[in-house]
């Protein structure tokens, strides 16, 4: 792939030898197939996430920071740019900086949602729990399918559960809609059993953490309700006790 990006200057090859590179842990030659990409198409989004994704997970965060840095101050309007830099800014605790990015591209639809899911979790970390959840829900309407678990968790531990349930409800008919397809798509297109069995294990995972998410929500629902009634009648107690163990 290399030898073909030498030979016809196509960057897909590069593109390719990079990500083989990196899925096979040598990240200090995925990295500089970034930098030769970037500095022949310093506008390849591709190349520049890479890099500074390959740089943050060889504990090269300040590099990673100050490429996304010089990129903004050549491009100071790319909203590709400005959400990059917020999201490495958040991951640093750089929060002010973080905000004040990530404040510019949340209304774009295309990042709306990991802009107000990052606001999110700044907004907690500093113990606004009201911008924390607004934040969350724009994210999930922005990626409903992204953010989901995220928002029925949060919805549960602040005890809204009458928001929570439709969420979970939602997340396990989604479940089974994926199979079906899964299963048609499998028929129709011929794929192999092992792919299906891949895809079918790993909805199934995602299935269990849902199941987990679901069960969590009714424990602390059932609490609450005991929590209520502690005082009351034995009646009540009753009630929610078997509430709890649904």
Do not use: C
């Not at 905000?99 to 606004?128: C, I, M, P, R, W």
């Not at 029925?152 to 008919?173: F, H, Q």
């Amino acid at each position: 792939l290399s030898a073909a990006y030498n030979a016809l200057g196509e960057p897909s090859y590069l593109k390719s030898h990079m990500q083989l590179l990196a899925q096979n842990g040598q990240d200090s030659a995925a990295i500089e197939d970034a930098r030769v990409l970037l500095s022949e198409f310093p506008e390849d989004s591709l190349a520049l996430k890479s890099l500074v994704q390959l740089l943050s997970k060889n504990q090269r965060s300040g590099e990673a920071l100050d490429t996304l840095k010089a990129y903004h101050q050549r491009n100071p309007k790319s909203k590709f740019i400005l959400f990059t830099l917020g999201l490495q800014e958040a991951a640093m605790d750089l929060n002010h900086e973080a905000e004040q990015h990530l404040n510019k591209v949340k209304n774009d639809s295309l990042y709306a949602g990991g802009a107000y899911f990052t606001l999110s979790s700044l907004a907690l970390q500093k113990g606004d729990t009201a911008k924390a959840i607004k934040d969350l829900e724009l994210a999930y309407k922005a990626e409903p399918d992204t953010y989901g678990s995220e928002m029925a968790w949060r919805y549960g531990i602040s005890g809204k559960y009458d928001k929570a349930y439709p969420i979970l409800d939602s997340l396990v008919k989604s479940e089974a809609f994926l199979d079906s397809m899964i299963s048609v798509r499998a028929a129709n297109e011929g794929w192999s059993a092992g792919k299906v069995g891949k895809l079918k294990t790993a909805l199934k995972e995602e299935s269990a953490k849902h199941q987990f998410l679901y069960g969590n929500v009714l424990l602390f629902n059932a609490e609450s309700i005991e929590d209520k009634y502690r005082s009351g009648d034995s009646a009540k107690r009753d009630s929610a006790r078997v509430f709890r163990e649904r």
